[in-house]
Nanobody, 125 residues
Framework: VQLQASGGGLVQPGGSLRLSCTGS????????IGWFRQAPGKEREGISC????????YYGDSVKGRVTISRDNAKNMVYLQMNSLKPEDTAVYHC???????????????????WGQGTQVTVSS
């Protein structure tokens, strides 16, 4: 199981980015997929998850209302649309398989199983 996040970059406060997640050798649609981020000196933070069974979505409190997770199973992709970005959103963002659909809501427990290289998001003026 290999995942790759992409789409990060430098953006001004208030700006938007769309991150993409691809999988190699497996179907993302068979898994709950989550996004987490890690900033230097900070703990890993789960920010979003989408179930495989019914597409239910979950968000961490720090990003709720500003972020939307979606999936396109035909393209084997998962996306994270981020709006109204703030400097505190600066981090490396990873997509990951989640241990099970049932754990998708429990982002604070960081229920992530496998992930690959992340993508850097920097929010700065």
């Amino acid at each position: 199981v290999q995942l790759q996040a992409s789409g990060g970059g430098l953006v001004q406060p208030g700006g938007s980015l769309r991150l993409s997640c691809t999988g190699s050798g497996f179907s993302l649609g068979d898994y709950a997929i989550g996004w987490f981020r890690q900033a230097p000196g900070k703990e890993r933070e789960g920010i979003s998850c989408i179930k495989s069974s019914d597409g239910s979505t979950y968000y961490g409190d720090s990003v709720k209302g500003r972020v939307t997770i979606s999936r396109d199973n035909a393209k084997n992709m998962v996306y994270l649309q981020m709006n109204s970005l703030k400097p505190e959103d600066t981090a490396v963002y990873h997509c990951a398989t989640v241990v099970s659909d049932m754990l998708c809501p429990y982002l604070n427990e960081r229920p992530f199983a496998s992930w690959g290289q992340g993508t850097q998001v920097t929010v700065s003026s």
